[in-house]
């Protein structure tokens, strides 16, 4: 079945590390996205790549990094210039021109700093 | 820039009709999506309403759209305690080229 992996589904950060957290779809999905929730915050957009090579920042970019090597694949770093990474990160995909299958999501990171 | 805006609570007795709420304000959206997350989990499409619809009706789930307001609101009819989750609003896309979403309500159902 195609899908949406993020791994590892809980993380633990100790301060001044930086941590990649994994986003893999087999959907043949162009879109990527990488989200963060925080409680009644909703999703705030951190990185997002449209094709191979190319990506742009989202609303909280700032202590972030991405890359977009491979179509299926699309690594987040916290680096520690993210003040307060403690959060649920969520990867999402998406296919251009089908427009009503919204976004596939995975299924989260849990990332902690300790 | 676009805002989507939702309560972030709602309680429900099962078997009573829940009622979601949701403000936009990106005019040039073309679809307008309901999400379901469930605790720990990812966002599980739950249906959309493509915007020069005003209704959509999908087993125990109905979409009202009223787009002269930019108010989208979703009915869940006789609501189970697997209904308890937060729900999604998005809409897209419009001027941004992507999805925004709301802030989710978080609802619960109580026996």
């Known amino acids: 079945d195609g899908g949406i992996t993020q791994s590892p589904k809980y993380l633990f950060r100790k301060e001044g590390q930086n941590v990649t957290l994994s986003c893999e779809q087999n959907?043949?999905?162009?879109?990527m996205y990488w989200y963060r929730q925080d409680p009644g915050q909703g999703l705030r957009l951190i990185y997002y790549?449209?094709?191979?090579?190319?990506?742009q920042k989202g609303d909280i970019a700032e202590g972030y990094s991405v890359s977009r090597e491979k179509k299926e694949s699309f690594p987040l770093t916290v680096t520690s210039a993210q003040k307060n990474p403690t959060a649920f990160y969520l990867c999402?995909?998406?296919?251009?021109?089908?427009?009503?299958?919204?976004?596939?999501f995975g299924s989260g990171t849990r990332l902690t700093v300790v | 820039g676009e805002d989507v805006e939702q309560s972030l609570f709602l309680s429900v007795r099962e078997g009573d009709s829940s009622v979601i709420n949701c403000t936009y304000t990106?005019?040039?959206?073309?679809?307008l999506y309901w999400y379901k997350q469930e605790p720990g989990a990812g966002l599980q499409l739950l249906t959309y309403?493509?915007?020069?619809?005003d209704m959509k009706q999908d087993q125990r789930l109905t979409v009202l759209l009223n787009k002269k307001d930019k108010h989208l609101s979703l009915r869940i009819a006789d609501t189970q305690t697997g209904d308890s989750a937060i729900y999604f609003c998005?809409?897209?896309?419009?001027?941004?080229?992507?999805?925004?979403f709301g802030t989710g309500t978080r609802l619960q159902v109580t026996l």
């Open positions: 998005a809409e897209g896309p419009g001027t941004a080229s992507k999805l925004t």
């Open positions: 959907l043949n999905h162009d879109a």
């Open positions: 309403i493509f915007s020069n619809m």
């Open positions: 990106d005019s040039s959206s073309t679809y």
């Open positions: 999402a995909s998406s296919m251009e021109g089908q427009i009503s299958d919204g976004y596939t």
């Open positions: 790549s449209q094709i191979v090579n190319d990506f």
